[in-house]
């Protein structure tokens, strides 16, 4: 059973960066996407970004002059960092796993993508 | 960048039937994924594909699609299926792969 452990710390100050680290656990790191998302209180889920065992990226374009996610493939890791914070980024931080499968039909093949394992959330204040 | 758009609340009866839908051009490519969150928990993930279920999700959850339309239907509602429902799907617009999510239907089973 893959599980996802994440860490990181929650209290910052506006300008400060956002590190957080997800490890993945009881399961193969490479052949999916490893993602990010975070959900501010009261709010929706919004997609931050994602990179492969290989280290490609794709990001948010929102966000993606603040945001950086690398792996280390060593320890199955990869990590969030979200730079010059303000209270907008108050959230409660998720790491997730993205896979696809081919479906192979007999006239058309399709693709299916989901995310199917998800860590417990780190909430992450910003304030003064 | 795309944008999925739901219903923000639905209402259903104890044991009926819910539709819960989803919107946007990215469903006329790619199919949407479920999920389900409960107050103060991870998502979990409840539909995927044309209309596949998880191991340990309920056979009362089912999914459909029509052009840039997703539907996510419980049929005969439990008490436990109050919650709130995101769709999600990937996106390859403005040349780059990305995912969006819906901004969520809260569900009230009655």
């Known amino acids: 059973q893959v599980q996802l452990q994440q860490w990181g710390a929650g209290l910052l100050k506006p300008s400060e960066t956002l590190s957080l680290t997800c490890a993945v656990y009881?399961?193969?790191?490479?052949?999916?996407?490893w993602s990010w998302i975070r959900q501010p209180p009261g709010k929706g889920l919004e997609w931050i970004g994602e990179i492969n065992h290989s280290g490609s990226t794709n990001y948010n374009p929102s966000l993606k002059s603040r945001v950086t996610i690398s792996v280390d493939t060593s320890k199955n890791q990869f990590s969030l960092k979200l730079s010059s914070v303000t209270a907008a980024d108050t959230a409660v931080y998720y790491c997730?796993?993205?896979?696809?499968?081919?479906?192979?039909?007999?006239?058309?093949?399709?693709?299916?993508?989901?995310?199917?394992?998800w860590g417990k959330g780190t909430t992450v204040t910003v304030s003064s | 960048s795309s944008e999925l758009t739901q219903d923000p609340a639905v209402s259903v009866a104890l044991g009926q039937t819910v539709r819960i839908t989803c919107q946007g051009d990215?469903?006329?490519?790619?199919?949407a994924s479920w999920y389900q969150q409960k107050p103060g928990q991870a998502p979990v993930l409840v539909i995927y594909?044309?209309?596949n279920r998880p191991s340990g999700i309920p056979d009362r959850f089912s999914g459909s699609s029509s052009g840039n339309t997703a539907s996510l239907t419980i049929t005969g509602a439990q008490a436990e299926d109050e919650a709130d429902y995101y769709c999600?799907?990937?996106?390859?617009?403005?040349?780059?792969?990305?995912?969006?999510f819906g901004g969520g239907t809260k569900l009230t089973v009655l």
């Open positions: 990215s469903l006329r490519s790619y199919y």
């Open positions: 997730a796993r993205g896979r696809s499968i081919t479906i192979f039909g007999v006239v058309i093949t399709s693709y299916y993508y989901y995310m199917d394992v």
């Open positions: 009881g399961g193969s790191f490479s052949g999916y996407y």
């Open positions: 999600n799907s990937r996106d390859s617009s403005g040349n780059h792969l990305h995912w969006v």
């Open positions: 594909g044309k209309n």
